[in-house]
C-alpha cells in the first residue's frame, strides 16, 4: 500500500507555513493590511457556516489583493512581502479546514460545503498567482540586505510565479485562470468517485471465512439474510487477500477493489490529464510532467525516467528470485499452477513468512492494537525527541477523534488530531492533512492524522503499525518545520520529492525491538516474544523486490500519464504496459485499478517521489543505524538539521548537512540488490 501526504491546499502560490523572524509588525507607515485568521472547528460546524465564513473571508481577501495590487509605493520585505504572506497563510487556513472536513467530516452536506470552500479560495489562489501588479511587485523586492531564509522564500515565490504562468500573455493568462478553475473541479471529483465508492462482497457462509483470523470472523457475522458482508475497506479487504484460504473469492474481491471508481473515472481521469497538458503548454512547457517537476530535486521528467530505469535494473535479481518462491510454494497446493497471480500474492508471501521464516502474521497481529500502538508511538517520539505530548482540549468533527498538544519544554509547538478509523464517506486512505502553516510568533502549526485502522484494541495488521509510524513522520515534521517567518518555507513546504523521506526513515523504528516490546503485547499482556521479532527482522526483506517493483509500475503509470500528449491514452493499456515493464503479472481481466488511484490526481506525475524519498530516506538512516536508534544526540541533530529547517534550503543541503557528505543512493541500491540476503535460503 502506497501512502499519502495530503498537501494540497488549494493556494497555488501560498502552499506553505514557516517559521518567523520573530512577530516583526508591518513598518507603522504602512497601509498594507496584515492579518493571520484563526480557524475554531465549533463556529464552522455546519454545511451553511461553513460557507458563510468562507464567502465573507474570500471577499476580504479580495479586497486585500485590491490593496496590493494598487500599492504605488516601494515594496520591501517588511511591508508588502509581509502582507502579502499573510494573506497566503490566511488563506491556506480557512481552504486547509475546508479541504480537509470536506475529505472527512461525518455531514456529506458539510463536505460538499468544504469542497465549495476549497474551489472558491482556489480561484482566488490563481488569480493572485496570475496577478502581474504583485508579481512586479514581488520581483521588485531588494532583498540583498534580507536573511537567507527571507531570500530564499523571495526567490521561491518568484519561481511559483512563473511556474502559474505569470508571465504569459492576457489570452494565455485567461485561459490559465479558466484551465486552474477546470483541474480544482475535476480533481475534486476524481477524489470523491474514489471516497465514495466503497463496494461489498456477500458470502454464503462462515465457510467461505476459512484462514481468516477469529476475531476478523466475529467481526463478521452473517446478516439477517444470512450473508456476510466484506467491504473494499482497507481493514476489511486486507486481511482477507492474506488470509482467505478460497482462492476464487479473493480473485473476486481483487477485482471488485480493482473497479472502486469505475467507471465513473474514465471521463473525469481524461478531463483532468486533457487540462493539464494544455496548462503546461501555455506555461512554456512540453507536458505536464516538466512543469510539474521543475522545483523538485528531480527537475525533470527525464531524470526521473532514468531513476526509475536504475531501479528497475537493481531489483531485478531479487524479484524474479522472491516470484520464483512464491511460485514454488503455490505449486505445492496447486502442481498445475502456471504463474502465481497477483489476487495470490499476499496469500501465498504469507504462508512463505510463515514456512520458511517460521513468522505466522496470524499470531504477529495479536500483540498490536490501535490504542497501545498509538501509546507506543508517542512514547517513542517523546524520547526520541525529547517533547512532550499531552492532550489538548478542543473540539472536533467527530466524536472518535482525540487531540494532542507537543510541548518543548513548557512551550506548545503544535497539536495534532487523530482521526483513525473508517466511517462512511471518509477519505479511505492513510494521510497527514494540514490545518494550519506555522508561522513564528503568529500562529502554531496543526495537523491531523486520518487513517483507517480498527479501533480499540482490536488485533491491527503489522503493516498497518508501519503506516501509522510513517503517517507520524509527517506529522512531526510539519510540526518541528512549522516555525518560520514566511509561509513557503514553513512545515513540509520542501521539495515535494523529499517530503516521504522523514516518514519512511520514520518506518524503521517499528523494526526495533527496544521501541515495539513497550506496545506490542497480545490480550494476556504478554510481550512480543525476542525471538518472533528476530525472525520478523529476517523475513522483512522478503517481498522487497516484488515490492519495488510494483511500486515502479505505479511511478510509471503517473510519469506516462503525463509525460505525453494524453489525449489518445488507453488507461487500461497503459496501465498493462507499465504491469508488464516492471512486474511479473499480467494486468487483471476486467479490473481498472487506475481508476482508483488516487494519486494520479494528487500527485500527478510524481508517484516516483515514494521511491525517491526512500533512497534519502535509506541513506538518512544509515547514520542512526551506525549511532543507534535510541541516540538522542542523533535525534536532536536530525531534528534540527532536517525537519526543523522545513523548506528554508533545498532538501538536498539539508541531507547532505546532517550526513557529512552528499546524498548517495547507494545504500538503497544495494538492498535492492539483495546484498547481504538470500531469499532462497530455506
Ligand atoms: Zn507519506
Not at 526567490?155 to 483541474?183: A, P, Q, T
Not at 490504542?371 to 489538548?392: C, H, K, M, N, Y
Not at 472518535?400 to 513548557?410: L, N, P, R
Not at 548517495?664 to 547481504?676: C, H, I, P, Q
Request: glycine share 6%; with cysteine.
Amino acid at each position: 500500500m502506497s501512502l499519502n501526504i495530503t498537501t494540497r491546499i488549494s493556494v497555488s502560490l501560498a502552499s506553505i507555513a514557516v517559521l518567523s523572524a520573530c512577530g516583526e509588525t508591518p513598518a507603522p507607515e504602512s497601509l498594507l493590511p496584515v492579518y493571520y485568521d484563526e480557524v475554531r472547528l465549533a463556529d464552522i460546524d455546519t454545511a451553511g457556516k461553513l460557507t458563510a465564513r468562507c464567502e465573507s473571508d474570500e471577499a476580504r481577501f479580495r479586497e486585500h489583493l485590491a490593496v496590493l495590487e494598487s500599492f504605488s509605493g516601494t515594496p520591501t520585505v517588511d511591508d508588502y512581502y509581509q502582507s502579502l504572506d499573510s494573506l497566503f497563510v490566511s488563506m491556506s487556513t480557512i481552504s486547509s479546514h475546508a479541504f480537509s472536513l470536506g475529505g472527512i467530516h461525518p455531514d456529506a452536506d458539510l463536505r460538499s460545503a468544504g469542497e465549495e470552500c476549497e474551489l472558491l479560495l482556489s480561484r482566488l489562489g490563481t488569480d493572485i498567482s496570475l496577478s502581474r501588479p504583485v508579481f512586479d511587485a514581488v520581483n521588485g523586492i531588494d532583498v540583498s540586505d534580507a536573511d537567507d531564509t527571507t531570500k530564499y522564500s523571495h526567490e521561491k515565490l518568484l519561481m511559483s510565479f512563473r511556474l502559474s504562468g505569470v508571465d504569459r500573455n492576457k489570452v494565455s493568462r485567461e485561459r490559465i485562470r479558466e484551465l486552474n478553475d477546470e483541474i480544482a473541479a475535476i480533481g475534486q471529483e476524481f477524489d470523491r468517485n474514489i471516497r465514495e465508492d466503497v463496494r461489498y462482497m456477500e458470502l454464503d457462509s462462515v465457510d467461505d471465512l476459512a484462514g481468516l483470523p477469529d476475531d476478523y470472523i466475529a467481526a463478521h457475522q452473517p446478516n439477517d439474510d444470512g450473508k456476510i458482508v466484506i467491504s473494499t475497506q482497507y481493514p476489511d479487504v486486507f486481511p482477507f487477500f492474506e488470509y482467505a484460504e478460497n482462492d476464487d473469492l479473493r480473485k473476486q474481491m481483487l477485482l471488485l477493489f480493482n473497479n472502486r471508481a469505475y467507471p465513473q473515472n474514465e471521463e473525469v481521469l481524461r478531463k483532468l490529464v486533457v487540462a493539464r497538458h494544455e496548462l503546461a503548454q501555455l506555461i512554456g512547457f512540453d507536458n505536464y510532467a516538466e512543469l510539474v517537476t521543475a522545483n523538485k530535486m528531480s527537475g525533470s521528467p527525464e531524470r526521473v525516467a532514468n531513476f526509475l530505469q536504475d531501479l528497475k535494473e537493481y531489483s531485478g535479481d531479487l524479484r524474479d528470485a522472491e516470484y520464483e518462491v512464491l511460485l514454488a510454494r503455490l505449486r505445492v497446493d496447486d502442481a498445475g499452477a502456471e504463474r502465481l497471480q497477483p489476487w495470490q500474492t499476499s496469500f501465498i508471501r504469507s504462508k512463505v513468512r510463515r514456512e520458511h521464516y517460521d513468522v505466522d502474521t496470524k499470531v504477529v497481529r495479536e500483540y498490536f492494537n490501535y490504542d497501545a500502538s498509538r501509546d507506543g508511538i508517542l512514547t517513542l517520539v517523546q524520547d526520541l525527541f525529547d517533547v512532550r505530548i499531552e492532550p489538548w482540549e478542543t473540539d472536533a468533527w467527530h466524536e472518535d477523534v482525540e487531540a494532542y498538544e507537543i510541548f518543548d519544554g513548557d512551550v506548545v509547538i503544535g497539536r495534532f488530531y487523530l482521526d483513525m478509523h473508517p466511517r462512511e464517506g471518509k477519505y479511505q486512505h492513510a494521510a497527514m492533512f494540514p490545518f494550519v502553516n506555522g508561522i513564528e510568533g503568529r500562529q502554531l502549526p496543526v495537523a491531523g492524522l486520518i487513517c483507517n485502522f480498527p479501533s480499540g484494541t482490536s488485533p491491527m495488521q503489522h503493516s498497518q503499525v508501519v503506516t501509522f509510524l510513517h503517517e507520524f513522520g509527517h506529522l512531526i515534521h510539519w510540526i518541528f518545520a512549522g516555525h518560520h517567518r514566511w509561509s513557503n518555507v514553513s512545515g513540509i513546504n520542501t521539495e515535494r520529492d523529499f517530503v516521504e523521506a522523514p516518514s519512511q526513515m520514520l518506518q524503521e523504528w517499528v523494526w526495533d525491538y527496544d521501541t515495539i516490546s513497550v506496545f506490542a503485547k497480545n490480550a494476556a499482556g504478554d510481550v512480543l516474544p525476542r525471538d518472533l521479532h528476530d525472525r520478523m527482522v529476517a523475513s522483512r526483506d522478503f517481498g522487497l523486490g516484488m515490492g519495488t517493483r510494483r511500486q515502479l509500475s505505479f511511478a510509471g503509470i503517473s510519469l506516462g500519464l503525463y509525460n505525453t500528449d494524453p489525449a489518445d491514452i488507453d488507461f487500461d493499456e497503459h496501465t498493462a504496459e507499465m504491469a508488464r515493464a516492471y512486474t511479473r503479472f499480467e494486468p487483471m481481466e476486467g479490473g481498472h485499478f487506475w481508476a482508483a488511484f488516487g494519486h494520479l490526481n494528487g500527485y500527478s506525475a510524481i508517484y516516483y517521489t515514494y521511491q525517491w524519498s526512500l533512497a534519502i530516506g535509506t541513506d538518512m538512516f544509515t547514520r542512526f543505524r551506525e549511532g543507534g536508534l535510541r541516540n538522542v544526540e542523533i535525534a536532536k541533530d536530525y531534528r534540527d538539521k532536517v525537519l526543523a529547517p522545513g523548506g528554508s534550503r533545498p532538501a538536498e543541503e539539508l541531507v547532505s548537512d546532517f550526513l557529512g557528505r552528499p546524498i548517495s543512493f547507494e545504500t538503497y541500491a544495494d538492498r535492492l540488490r539483495g546484498v547481504g540476503k538470500d531469499v532462497e535460503d530455506d
